[in-house]
């Protein structure tokens, strides 16, 4: 019996939205991360981009539980001697809410070629808007 591998179709991807008003952050990035990766279909192979396009909107709006909100940090290294930055959620929400999904989903596929295919189909904005209108995206439950 030889294995079923599905062909790579551009055209059969689809378009998904996700509002994540009131959506807790972890339960939300996986539900992004398996529709990107394809494993909420049939023909999910763990070598190939099977999955979909996905719209977050809202993403101002997303919820973390306990004390996350000022205890979590972020921490980015510019590459020269104390170039060490921390950034609590708070003021990640501030300048950029959409970074606390992007960097939530990153962390849940591939860490590889693959992976960085992925996440260029990851569309965040932080408010109910978006420009992807002409895709004709369907709306899924976050």
């Keep these: ?77 510019s590459g020269w001697k104390g170039g060490e930055k921390y950034r609590t959620v708070e003021q990640v929400r501030a300048k950029h809410p959409e970074r606390l999904i992007e960097h939530a989903v990153k962390g849940m596929v591939p860490k590889n070629r693959l992976g960085r295919q992925l996440l260029t189909k990851l569309k965040v904005y932080a408010g109910p808007n978006h420009p992807h209108s002409a895709q004709q995206p369907a709306t899924k439950a976050a």
């Excluded at 973390?64 to 205890?71: A, I, P, Q, R, S």
Aim: aromatic share 8%; proline share 4%.
């Design 1 to 77: 019996m030889k294995t079923y591998l599905p062909k790579d179709n551009l055209e059969t991807r689809k378009w998904h939205v996700i509002d994540a008003n009131g959506a807790v952050l972890g339960r939300l990035a996986v539900k992004i991360a398996d529709t990107l990766r394809g494993k909420d279909k049939p023909t999910f192979t763990p070598h190939l981009d099977a999955g979909d396009f996905v719209v977050v909107i809202n993403a101002e709006k997303v919820k973390l539980t306990g004390n996350k909100e000022t205890d979590k940090e972020f921490m980015s290294y």
